[in-house]
Nanobody
Framework: QVKLEESGGGSVRVGGSLRLSCKVS????????MGWFRQAPGKEREAIAD??????????DSVKGRFTISQNKQDNAEDTLYLQMDSLKPEDTGVYFC???????????????????RGQGTQVTVSA
């Protein structure tokens, strides 16, 4: 069974940094793309970063230049996905989810990937 578990959320001041981690286990042998999305109260879900199996990254304009997605791919069924967040702003506040696409490369489309697996989320709060 595929399991995604986020960690690293918390509260930070404007301009600060946080690093989110997502442990992915039980994933199919094909792990073509993974990513992060966030949801703020009263707002629609926003896909913010994606990375494919070759390490190619895609970002939403709202986080480009401030956030960096990376992954530590293992030979077994476990991976760790990261999101380094720098120069944080109050509008970055929300619940952050990691997500994975297990149906194969045809479904991978950068931050527009539909993802069929997701974690429970971790709260990020940025205050002035």
């Amino acid at each position: 069974q595929v399991k995604l578990e986020e960690s690293g959320g918390g509260s930070v001041r404007v301009g600060g940094s946080l690093r989110l981690s997502c442990k992915v286990s039980g994933y199919p042998y094909m792990r073509p793309c993974m990513g992060w999305f966030r949801q703020a109260p009263g707002k629609e879900r926003e896909a913010i970063a994606d990375i494919d199996s070759h390490g190619n990254a895609d970002y939403a304009d709202s986080v480009k230049g401030r956030f960096t997605i990376s992954q530590n791919k293992q030979d077994n069924a476990e991976d760790t996905l990261y999101l380094q967040m720098d120069s944080l702003k109050p509008e970055d506040t929300g619940v952050y989810f990691c997500a994975a696409e297990g149906r194969g490369k045809p479904y991978c489309n950068g931050i527009r990937t539909p993802y069929n697996y997701r974690g429970q989320g971790t709260q990020v709060t940025v205050s002035a």
